[in-house]
C-alpha cells in the first residue's frame, strides 16, 4: 500500500480496537509467545517492531528488551505511540519498514517482531522485508490473524473501519504459502504455532481480573484441539545457513 493510502486507512482516531491503554494484553500474548518459541529472548538486547500501529503490543517489547525500536508510517499512529511511550530505551521511526531496512544498518544482536502487518503488503513488499532481513541475520517472529478462525470475518462485518479489500489477504496467508516465501528469500521457518483461543476483545475483558492470567494461558493449550478457535498464528524465521 503506498504510504498516503496507508495513512488514509490507518488515519486518526480509526481502528480503535487497537488501541490499548496498558499492557495487560501485550503481555499475555508475549507470554503465549514465549511457549510457543523455545527461543530464549533475553540474549536480544534489541527489538525491532515493524508497524507498530498503536503500540498493541509493543508494551511487552518495551518490557522485556533493553532497547526497543517501533517503526510506523501513519502519523497519526506515531503521535499515539508517542504519547504512550516517552522513554529513553524506545526509538519510534516514523517510516515504512522498506525504507528502515534499506537505511538503517542492523545490530547483530537485534529481533523483529510485526503483528498484524504482513496481510497489509503487497507480495513484493514483503519479499523485500524478508530479504532484508535475510541479509540481517537476524530472526523475525509474525504475529497475523489466523485465516481458519471464521470469527474474523464477523469482526471484518462489525468494524466499519475495516475494509475487506484491506484486509482479505490475511486468508492466504496460511503457514504453506508463507513458508515458501520465507524459503524464496533465504529464510526458515523454524517455528510455527496458534495462539489466543478466546476472541482479542474477550480475552482483554477477561485479563481485567488478574487473576484470570494464568487460567487464561492453560485454557490456551485448547488451540491443539480445536485450531481454528485460535485469534493468531505466529511464524518465527531464521536466516537459512549459507543462503
Ligand atoms: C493492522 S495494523 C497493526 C498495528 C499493530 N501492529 C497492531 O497489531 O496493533 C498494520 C500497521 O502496519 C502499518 N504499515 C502499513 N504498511 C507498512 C509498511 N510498509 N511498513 C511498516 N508499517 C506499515 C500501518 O500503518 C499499521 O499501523
Known amino acids: 500500500m ?63 528488551f533493553p532497547k526497543v525500536y517501533l517503526i510506523e508510517p501513519s ?8 504519547q504512550l ?13 522498506e525504507e528502515f ?8 544482536d537485534s529481533i523483529f517482531f510485526s503483528f498484524h502487518l504482513l496481510h497489509h503488503l503487497t507480495r513484493e513488499q514483503r519479499k523485500e522485508c524478508f530479504t532484508a532481513l535475510r541479509t540481517a541475520n537476524v530472526p523475525a517472529l509474525f504475529l ?7 470469527l474474523i470475518i464477523l469482526q471484518l462485518m462489525l468494524y466499519p473501519d475495516m475494509r475487506m479489500k484491506n ?14 516465501e520465507f524459503n524464496e528469500c533465504g529464510l526458515e521457518l523454524t517455528d510455527y504455532g496458534r495462539l489466543c483461543v478466546l476472541p482479542p476483545p474477550i480475552t482483554k475483558l477477561a485479563l481485567k481480573q488478574s487473576f484470570l492470567m494464568k487460567p487464561l494461558l492453560l485454557l490456551d493449550t485448547l488451540k491443539q484441539v480445536l485450531p481454528f478457535f485460535s485469534s493468531y498464528h505466529l511464524f518465527y524465521c531464521k536466516s537459512k545457513p549459507g543462503a
Open 101 to 108: 531496512l534499506k537505511n538503517n544498518p542492523i545490530p547483530k
Open 75 to 82: 502519523e497519526s499512529y506515531i503521535t499515539v505511540l508517542k
Open 85 to 97: 511511550f516517552d522513554t529513553s530505551h524506545v526509538t519510534i521511526v516514523k517510516s515504512t519498514m
Open 167 to 180: 484486509e482479505f489477504q490475511y486468508i492466504r496467508l496460511t503457514r504453506g504459502r508463507l513458508a515458501k
Open 144 to 150: 497475523e490473524p489466523n485465516p481458519l478462525n471464521p
Open 2 to 64: 503506498m504510504n498516503n493510502k496507508n495513512n488514509e486507512y490507518f488515519a486518526e482516531d480509526t481502528h480503535k480496537y487497537m488501541y490499548c491503554n496498558d499492557g495487560v494484553f501485550s503481555e499475555f500474548i508475549f507470554s503465549l509467545i514465549t511457549r510457543t518459541v523455545p527461543d530464549d529472548f533475553s540474549k536480544y538486547s534489541t527489538a525491532i517492531e515493524l508497524g507498530a500501529g498503536m503500540g498493541r503490543f509493543s508494551f511487552a517489547l518495551i518490557k522485556h
